[in-house]
């Protein structure tokens, strides 16, 4: 089978497998060291801290350190069914500090979690770019946010490409970098010194999708990857992405970690902002006033390997493509199960 990056397959060749997985969030030592309730005890307010806690020990994830088995589950599971490639669509480590890969304990979380990937899928994986390898503000803003630091370290250190195309046969698989992106929802986690660089850097990730969605041939069908589905309707603002939208067969987003936060979103699509309960309420809010533009990109989640506590469990999604494109693809999710790992300290 040809490498990644090979622009075309064999018109007989069999389907070829991709696996697909997000939100990792891997915890290396340095991050596992912080404990668990690191982020509950950076918060000086105990009312916010109290509800922070029951949001996430009852609905979104009690042991947020406590999923790394999760990972070498996830690979031996995808070369048991025979997937040859694989696209990891953002957020390789917990991101304690929230500060992206700028922060030491991020960074080893993230390098250890590509190290397994790349062992894996040698020659055959690609990566994209999520919002913790870039940090934001916590959820309430007390710590954390945009660090340029982190872009260097994920572009420069860890080799993620902020764009990356790849043909097979009459598919076009396109990647792009969600935060650059929707970086209007994103001013209150730039540094002000800072902001300038972000700016200009968002403006040449544009025009360089633009070309992407430019030099695709009229034949081919789209497969488009984006972690955090607030950047759709920021694409739907370029010209080159509105024509090539009747070519897209799919867009493969994460960030939201289960189908239940997707089908909520699609209910709360057009809510008005709200600016007065924390930094991550307000960037959802403005991020579902403008929702109902998810649908034109066919958008189906990638759920993260753990999901979400209410769940029980997250899993992968095996994609199995035809180079030919005489059919679409097929997508298969297969379950994992959290383990039980056991309760931390409380502070």
């Given at each position: 089978?040809?490498?990644?990056?090979?622009?075309?397959l064999p018109e007989n060749a069999s389907l070829l497998r991709l696996a697909l997985a997000s939100d990792i969030h891997f915890a290396g030592p340095i991050e596992q060291a912080r404990g668990e309730d690191t982020?509950?005890?950076?918060?000086?307010?105990?009312?916010?801290?109290?509800?922070?806690?029951?949001?996430?020990?009852?609905?979104?994830?009690?042991?947020?350190?406590?999923?790394?088995?999760?990972?070498?589950?996830?690979?031996?599971?995808?070369?048991?069914?025979?997937?040859?490639?694989?696209?990891?669509?953002?957020?390789?480590?917990?991101?304690?500090?929230?500060?992206?890969?700028?922060?030491?304990?991020?960074?080893?979380?993230?390098?250890?979690c590509l190290d397994l990937l790349h062992q894996a899928f040698p020659n055959r994986l690609r990566l994209v770019l999520g919002d913790h390898e870039l940090g934001k503000l916590s959820f309430f803003g007390h710590y954390g946010g945009l660090r340029l630091e982190s872009w260097h370290?994920?572009?420069?250190?860890?080799?993620?490409?902020?764009?990356?195309?790849?043909?097979?046969?009459?598919?076009?698989?396109?990647?792009?970098?969600?935060?650059?992106?929707?970086?209007?929802?994103?001013?209150?986690?730039?540094?002000?010194?800072?902001?300038?660089?972000?700016?200009?850097?968002?403006?040449?990730?544009?025009?360089?999708?633009?070309?992407?969605?430019?030099?695709?041939?009229?034949?081919?069908?789209?497969?488009?990857?984006?972690?955090?589905?607030?950047?759709?309707?920021?694409?739907?603002?370029?010209?080159?992405?509105?024509?090539?939208?009747?070519?897209?067969?799919?867009?493969?987003?994460?960030?939201?970690?289960?189908?239940?936060?997707?089908?909520?979103?699609?209910?709360?699509?057009?809510?008005?902002?709200?600016?007065?309960?924390?930094?991550?309420?307000?960037?959802?809010?403005?991020?579902?006033?403008?929702?109902?533009?998810?649908?034109?990109?066919?958008?189906?989640?990638?759920?993260?390997?753990?999901?979400?506590?209410?769940?029980?469990?997250?899993?992968?999604?095996?994609?199995?493509?035809?180079?030919?494109?005489?059919?679409?693809?097929?997508?298969?999710?297969?379950?994992?199960?959290?383990?039980?790992?056991?309760?931390?300290?409380?502070?």
């Amino acid at each position: 089978m040809p490498p990644v990056g090979s622009s075309h397959l064999p018109e007989n060749a069999s389907l070829l497998r991709l696996a697909l997985a997000s939100d990792i969030h891997f915890a290396g030592p340095i991050e596992q060291a912080r404990g668990e309730d690191t982020d509950l005890l950076r918060i000086p307010n105990p009312i916010q801290r109290t509800a922070l806690r029951c949001w996430r020990h009852l609905f979104w994830m009690r042991h947020p350190l406590g999923n790394n088995s999760l990972l070498p589950t996830f690979l031996h599971q995808a070369q048991d069914h025979g997937c040859t490639h694989a696209v990891i669509n953002g957020d390789y480590a917990a991101d304690t500090a929230s500060l992206g890969l700028s922060d030491p304990g991020t960074f080893e979380s993230a390098r250890l979690c590509l190290d397994l990937l790349h062992q894996a899928f040698p020659n055959r994986l690609r990566l994209v770019l999520g919002d913790h390898e870039l940090g934001k503000l916590s959820f309430f803003g007390h710590y954390g946010g945009l660090r340029l630091e982190s872009w260097h370290r994920a572009t420069r250190d860890l080799q993620i490409q902020p764009l990356w195309t790849w043909n097979i046969g009459a598919y076009r698989l396109i990647a792009v970098t969600s935060t650059l992106v929707a970086l209007p929802l994103f001013a209150r986690d730039m540094l002000p010194a800072e902001q300038a660089d972000w700016e200009m850097l968002r403006a040449e990730h544009l025009n360089a999708i633009s070309r992407a969605f430019e030099q695709t041939d009229t034949r081919q069908r789209i497969l488009l990857f984006c972690h955090d589905p607030s950047a759709l309707p920021f694409l739907d603002t370029l010209p080159a992405v509105r024509q090539r939208l009747p070519q897209l067969e799919l867009t493969v987003i994460g960030h939201l970690h289960s189908e239940w936060i997707l089908w909520k979103s699609h209910v709360l699509a057009g809510m008005p902002r709200i600016p007065w309960l924390g930094s991550s309420i307000e960037r959802m809010s403005a991020a579902l006033r403008n929702a109902r533009t998810w649908q034109r990109f066919r958008v189906r989640l990638c759920p993260s390997l753990a999901g979400i506590q209410i769940e029980r469990g997250g899993g992968w999604v095996l994609l199995e493509l035809d180079p030919s494109g005489s059919t679409p693809c097929r997508w298969n999710r297969h379950r994992l199960q959290r383990p039980k790992p056991s309760t931390p300290a409380r502070p």
